[in-house]
DNA sequence: CTACATGCAAACCGTTTGCACCCTA
DNA sequence: TAGGGTGCAAACGGTTTGCATGTAG
């Protein structure tokens, strides 16, 4: 827990910006946690972890650990608040339950040279995809969540 | 352009909702555009068509529309606004511009049994996925459009 | 000591809602 | 003519910004 302290120290001055207690605190959250959270829920960690920090500066320091490559930010169907996560290797995907949005992330890639290709048949040159999948996590079908039409996907 | 409107005007009737000049306009809209569009574009090309209607009628629409499972709305990578598209024959991707957000759909899909295959190896009922390829387009490209850095795809 | 970080409050922007009126079925 | 649809204005929620102050390098 101590030990990642020196290395994320590190990674946030490689990157040009200045290392604050509020930088590393937020970079180490989303380091430490295996799902992507919105700003309010790094803000309530916080919280209760006796931080005091201002919301605002919890956007302006993901926006900084964005631009220097340190922090990823998503957006989900039906999720109207920006999510973020620790930018570590490179790509993933993500599983999202509709009803209670938990979010599991899934580290491989069934897509292959499927950029490539696409880039052969378009006007496009490709930088990457996306892949979100959707449905019932199990704790939302045995509580008989289903209901929803999600006539969308 | 004409013939359209009959069908059109049945599907909205046989989902159990009224057939009102707005929502014949929006869904028309949207059925004859092949880019999902965003409220307030949709807003603009009626006023231009002299429709008038409040903008706050038109989300009203697409909601309505949207449970009536006639139109699909999606969020996309960078873009703040929901994007809304007539919803023909089921499933397809996007190919969008990180620069100019040109939008091209993908009307086949890669993924074949993806979805069966995470369903077997999670605790999830899958309903569907989502694809976003991101890259440059052409005009982008030739433009010299490409400096920002993109290291979140 | 200087440039960048932060707190605070106010603005912002897309979207939603309450209420009175309107119009389709 | 009844119940859903619409206009208008105000609220809402997540995010951004201007400005004064604080702090890392």
Redesign the interface.
Known sequence: MMKEQGILNEQIKKCGLKSTKSRMAILQILYNNDCPMAAEDIFIVLKNKDIQINLSTVYRTLEAL??A?LV??????NEDRKLFEY?EIGHRHY?I??TCKKL?T?HDC??GD??H???EE?????????????????DC?ENGE?KR?????
Chains 1, 2 share one sequence.
């Open positions: 964005e631009d490559g990823t930010k998503i957006q989900i169907m930018n599983l339950c509709v599991v899934i069934p897509l499927y950029d290709h696409v880039e378009t006007d496009f040159t490709i930088l990457g995809h996306k892949l979100f999948l959707y449905g019932y996590c199990r079908r289903v039409t999600e006539n969308s996907i």
